[in-house]
């Protein structure tokens, strides 16, 4: 049976501190190094599901590392290495308190807030008559705060900077790292027959510098559709063909769950954590163009340890 990495405790010379996340374990290390391990949790709705889902956290590690090079020639990231399939060492940044969400069709939440009647998103007016699926007159950046626990929330450009968020100067270089990335992530997923409908990406400061940090244009990130049948699919009214979490979140809808007071989590079985591992690889083969290699998942823990050392030996 495939093991399903949901918590590490490394053994790592040089850690100032650990900071576990939804998904990922980051740890601090001296050299202003970080590293961070890809598990196989998984989450939906800002809750942590009780089960992993085998070979998602190599699937995330390996779709962003190929992102992260493939972008890095316009816009500076944090990556140096990836030592193991689960695990990608870079540079600590001053992370700021701010997720770029941009999107180029109108889906997912931005559609249940569209359908419920909202017509603007993060100060941005949408036009009327919108169908679910449907592509923008032009992508849209919808930020949200980057909350540590719970629910993020959306924010407008205005509010960000008066606050003090992030400064107009910085802002600014990060309004257009964010849309070069996303014209450059949706011509490789175009590429490989996809569309991609949205994404998120976070960025921190070194050395006075914005860089591009986290994980880019994974599923759990990003939504895509398949590019063949779109526009018939949309003509009929019918759902798209998609590869992103958000088929675990309408999963979830289905079974009475969206993350709210009182809800009880559905009871995930192993058939149906197998199922969504199947879709995670299935996006990977097809962002990435290549056959997906399952890592052995024996010792998931000591391995990653066992690559970490070796790496940070050198």
């Known amino acids: 049976m495939n093991q399903a990495l949901t918590h590490t405790d490394l053994s790592l010379p040089g850690i100032q501190s650990v900071f576990h996340g939804k998904v990922r374990d980051v740890y601090f290390l001296e050299g202003d190094l970080i590293a961070m391990v890809a598990t196989d949790r998984i989450s939906a709705f800002d809750v942590v599901l009780p089960e992993g889902i085998p070979y998602k956290g190599q699937v995330l590690n390996q779709i962003a590392a190929e992102q992260l090079d493939a972008t890095a020639h316009l816009v500076p990231n944090w990556k140096i290495a990836t030592p193991d399939p689960m695990v990608t060492v870079g540079h600590r940044c001053e992370p700021f308190k701010v997720e770029m969400i941009v999107r180029g069709y109108i889906a997912g939440s931005a559609w249940r807030a569209y359908q419920a009647g909202e017509r603007t998103i993060c100060g941005i007016e949408l036009p009327e008559g919108l169908k679910e699926n449907e592509r923008l007159p032009h992508p849209i950046i919808t930020p949200t705060t980057k909350a540590d626990e719970g629910h993020d929330e959306n924010i407008s450009r205005e509010e960000i900077?008066?606050?003090?968020?992030?400064?107009?100067?910085?802002?600014?270089?990060?309004?257009?790292?964010?849309?070069?990335?996303?014209?450059?992530?949706?011509?490789?997923?175009?590429?490989?027959?996809?569309?991609?409908?949205?994404?998120?990406?976070?960025?921190?400061?070194?050395?006075?510098?914005?860089?591009?940090?986290?994980?880019?244009?994974?599923?759990?990130?990003?939504?895509?559709?398949?590019?063949?049948?779109?526009?018939?699919?949309?003509?009929?009214?019918?759902?798209?063909?998609?590869?992103?979490?958000?088929?675990?979140?309408?999963?979830?809808?289905e079974q009475g769950f969206q993350g709210k007071a009182g809800?009880?989590?559905?009871?995930?079985?192993?058939?149906?954590?197998?199922?969504?591992?199947?879709?995670?690889?299935?996006?990977?083969?097809?962002?990435?163009?290549?056959?997906?290699?399952?890592?052995?998942?024996?010792?998931?823990?000591?391995?990653?340890?066992?690559?970490?050392?070796?790496?940070?030996?050198?």
């Open 161 to 253: 900077i008066a606050s003090g968020l992030i400064s107009e100067e910085d802002y600014k270089v990060i309004e257009q790292y964010t849309r070069t990335l996303f014209e450059e992530g949706t011509r490789i997923a175009r590429e490989r027959g996809l569309i991609l409908v949205d994404t998120k990406y976070e960025f921190g400061k070194k050395d006075g510098k914005v860089i591009l940090i986290d994980e880019i244009h994974t599923p759990d990130s990003s939504r895509y559709f398949y590019l063949e049948g779109y526009e018939e699919r949309q003509a009929k009214g019918e759902p798209q063909r998609q590869l992103s979490k958000e088929f675990v979140r309408q999963w979830l809808i």
């Open 263 to 314: 809800q009880k989590m559905p009871t995930i079985t192993p058939e149906y954590a197998a199922s969504v591992s199947d879709r995670y690889i299935e996006l990977y083969e097809h962002i990435t163009g290549k056959t997906f290699v399952k890592e052995q998942t024996q010792n998931l823990a000591k391995r990653i340890e066992d690559n970490l050392l070796a790496f940070l030996k050198k």
